[in-house]
Nanobody, 123 residues
């Protein structure tokens, strides 16, 4: 199983950008499909973006399409989420997740999770 640690969260203003990182250790990162999810207070955890193990065409939630970019560097065992034009509704704890199965929009499709990093967006 892969261990995941997110970083890069913080407090920003609406319209700002932020880049999240997810460092992986343990079993071969390059063999995992990876995703970002987020959870706002009193809301369900929701899918944000995903990428296959080989770095193929990414998947995005409609709410972030055109503003967020998921990428990965398998040589660094790291997943990234570049977030631009942040909105107050993007405020949440962001989690990265890993799957040996197919890419899924559902959190149940992932078997390894990080502890999360808080993103706060002020209006």
């Amino acid at each position: 199983q892969v261990q995941l640690v997110e970083s890069g969260g913080g407090l920003v203003q609406a319209g700002d950008s932020l880049r999240l990182s997810c460092a992986a250790s343990g079993r071969a990162f390059s063999t995992y499909n990876m995703a970002w999810f987020r959870q706002a207070p009193e809301k369900e955890r929701e899918f944000v973006a995903a990428m296959t193990w080989w770095g193929g065409s990414p998947y995005y939630a409609d709410s972030v399409k055109g503003r967020f970019t998921i990428s990965r560097d398998n040589s660094m065992n790291t997943l990234f989420l570049q977030m631009t034009t942040l909105k107050p509704e993007d405020m949440a704890v962001y989690y990265c997740a890993a799957s040996r199965g197919g890419v899924s929009y559902n959190q149940t499709g992932y078997d390894s999770w990080g502890q999360g990093t808080q993103v706060t967006v002020s209006s």
